[in-house]
């Protein structure tokens, strides 16, 4: 089956008791156990409506297995924490979502666990690895530079050093991107953005071999960050128009990196689907679409960038990303804004770069109202 075909059907249940054509919700956190072949409860990831979006993410993704959690950093952090004690280090790209970025430079220490923030180069990557590294870990493409890491050479590296590989894969979504089938170990979403699609709720997933998702496991029933049923059925009832909404992203989003790319007031814009991104070659092989994030900086003599924000009349200034509709972020004020403004330099987030997540709406309707908000 394919990804249209896969969103609306794989691991949906028809209801037995009704013939309805939705997975039912059921709500227990208590399950009786004398005649069960294991103990269900909701901590331990095994309800039927976490089984049922698993069964579907791990189709999308090509995986054998997956967790869902209740927020894209309880994926992160269960991940992190099954594979990382004290004593080992980490290898971690360095232009990762902020929120992964301070997890690690904030916790790390405490549990003795030794880290190196790398470029995305595949030779700076394996340059960073010691003896005692445990786990890889990449996003690609990144938040908030859209900066692409070779896929296949990471996993390569890991393969060969027998270093467990992770990614972040967020901003691709399963319908762009399929990291397992290029070599890497274990997938990580925050399916609070694209798998969701809405603004309106929260949760996370880990995808992989049954080996490694039962090692995750182990760390998540005692990290307890688990997703509740009327999400998980919400999840689900999203997930099944994933591949429509990202491919209309995906094209959106083309039309406007191509018309900043082309405006006066706009000094630079990050997307890989533009064939002057520096790594354009590696997207186009390692993805099937070029997602439906960008980021570009205002040339600040046409308009600063609180100016142009404020102009804005469709496009909405707002955290988070992967909805349908279309919003902007700077991310020196919102999801970088723990890091310190040397921290942010070094990784070149600006003050004036913004960060468009783009929508469904009409590209013709988003373009207009950029257009007008940049105009002096
Ligand atoms: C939002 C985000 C996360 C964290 O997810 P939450 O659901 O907010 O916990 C992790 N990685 C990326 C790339 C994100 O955009």
């Given amino acids: ?18 013939g309805g054509l939705n997975t039912p919700v059921y709500p227990s956190s208590a399950f009786r156990y004398l005649d069960t072949a294991e103990n269900i409860y909701p901590r331990y990831y095994n309800t039927p409506n976490q089984k049922s979006v698993v069964a579907k993410l791990c189709d999308l993704e090509g995986a054998e297995d997956g967790i869902l959690f209740s927020s894209g950093m309880a994926a992160v952090s269960a991940v992190m924490m099954a594979y990382l004690s004290s004593g080992d280090h980490a290898v971690i790209q360095k232009d990762i979502y902020g929120g992964t970025h301070h997890f690690v430079t904030a916790d790390f220490k405490r549990f003795g666990i ?60 399963p319908i762009n991107q399929n990291p397992l089938n290029l ?65 209309r992203q995906n ?11 082309r405006h006066p007031a706009v000094r630079r814009v990050n997307y890989p689907g533009l064939e002057s991104h520096p790594a354009y070659a590696v ?3 390692q993805m099937w679409g070029f997602g439906g ?38 991310p020196a004020a919102t999801s970088h804004v723990k890091l310190t403004p040397a921290e942010r330099t070094q990784l070149g987030i600006s003050e004036g770069l913004l960060r468009l997540s783009v929508g469904i709406e009409d590209a013709e309707d988003i373009l207009a109202d950029i257009a007008q908000a940049l105009s002096r």
């Fill in 251 to 261: 094209a959106n989003a083309m039309a406007i990196a191509e018309f900043l790319a």
């Fill in 293 to 330: 994030m960008l980021s570009f900086e205002v040339d600040e003599r046409h308009a600063t960038c609180e100016h142009f924000l404020r102009r804005l009349k469709l496009v909405t200034p707002a955290l988070s990303l992967g909805g349908v509709e279309t919003i902007i972020c700077a």
């Fill in 114 to 173: 030794e880290f190196s923030f790398t470029g995305n180069a595949a030779h700076e990557i394996e340059a960073a690895v010691q003896p005692n590294t445990r786990l890889i870990y990449i996003e690609t493409p990144s938040n908030p530079l859209l900066m692409i890491t070779d896929i296949q050479a990471v996993a390569e590296i890991g393969r060969r050093r027998g270093i467990v590989t992770a990614i972040d894969n967020t901003f691709a979504s």
């Fill in 183 to 247: 070599g890497i170990d274990v997938v990580i979403h925050s399916g609070t953005k694209y798998l969701g699609g809405h603004s309106d709720l929260c949760c996370g997933a880990a995808l992989g071999h049954t080996k490694d998702i039962g090692r995750i496991k182990s760390a998540a029933v005692n990290l307890g960050g688990s997703l509740n049923a009327l999400t998980c059925y919400l999840l689900e009832r999203s997930l099944k128009t994933l591949a429509v909404r990202v491919e």
């Fill in 283 to 285: 997207a186009r092989r």
């Fill in 1 to 18: 089956m394919q990804k249209n075909t896969q969103c609306v059907h794989s691991g949906s249940r028809i209801d037995p008791a009704t």
